[in-house]
């Protein structure tokens, strides 16, 4: 086929993927279920956020803690941050927020950074809320064992 419009290529390609059989119903399923291709599968339950403020067990050293209460509303932008209104220095001891680490003022060659480093400043990249829910697919993980992890933390 020699098809040097971009347009036509992608009008080829759609005829390709329109004219490829539907799997559904041939023993092959996929988190949205059994339900055919062609119509909706029915909207999973709306779960709430985990907010009983307990914090959650880390399940290795490294890991960053998962966030016990509800975000909602708390805006990270350029100008302003909400989650440093609680959780920065000068702040934790007055809202009783655990007060963001060391690492936080670090940047990646270990230097030290006067306000939280630029690459701990999205903290939504690494901390996440929880909701109460089943795993969506079974896994066998186990959390590192607390010897393990005191060795490790040591060694940091
Ligand atoms: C109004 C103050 C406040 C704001 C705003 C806030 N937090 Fe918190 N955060 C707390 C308090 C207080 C705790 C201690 C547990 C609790 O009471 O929920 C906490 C706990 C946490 C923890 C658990 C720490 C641990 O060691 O288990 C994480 C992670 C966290 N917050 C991240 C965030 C992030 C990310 C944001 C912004 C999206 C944010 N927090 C905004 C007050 C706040
Ligand atoms: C690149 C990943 C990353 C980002 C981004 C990040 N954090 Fe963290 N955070 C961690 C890790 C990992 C830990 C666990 C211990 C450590 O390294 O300090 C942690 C620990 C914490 C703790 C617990 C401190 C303690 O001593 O118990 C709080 C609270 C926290 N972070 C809040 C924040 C807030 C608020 C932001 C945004 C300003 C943020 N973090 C951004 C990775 C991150």
């Known amino acids: 086929m020699n098809i040097t419009n971009p347009l036509l290529t992608w009008i080829a390609c759609g005829a390709v993927v329109m004219s490829a059989p539907v799997f559904a119903g041939d023993g092959l399923t996929s988190l949205r279920g059994d339900t055919p291709i062609e119509q909706s599968s029915p909207a999973p339950e709306i779960s709430s956020w985990k907010q009983d403020d307990v914090a959650v067990e880390r399940n290795f050293a490294e890991q960053p803690p998962l966030i ?31 007060e963001i680490g060391p690492t936080h003022f670090r940047d990646r060659d270990g230097n030290e950074t006067p306000g939280v480093s630029p690459r701990r400043y999205f903290c939504l990249q690494c901390h996440v809320p929880q909701k109460a829910v089943l795993p969506l697919v079974d896994n066998t993980f186990r959390q590192a064992d607390a010897e393990n992890q005191t060795q490790r933390q040591g060694s940091q």
């Open 68 to 98: 016990p209460h509800h975000i909602k509303a708390y805006k990270i932008d350029l100008r302003s941050n909400k989650c440093l209104t609680c959780h920065n220095r000068a702040m934790a001891q007055k809202t009783g927020a655990p």
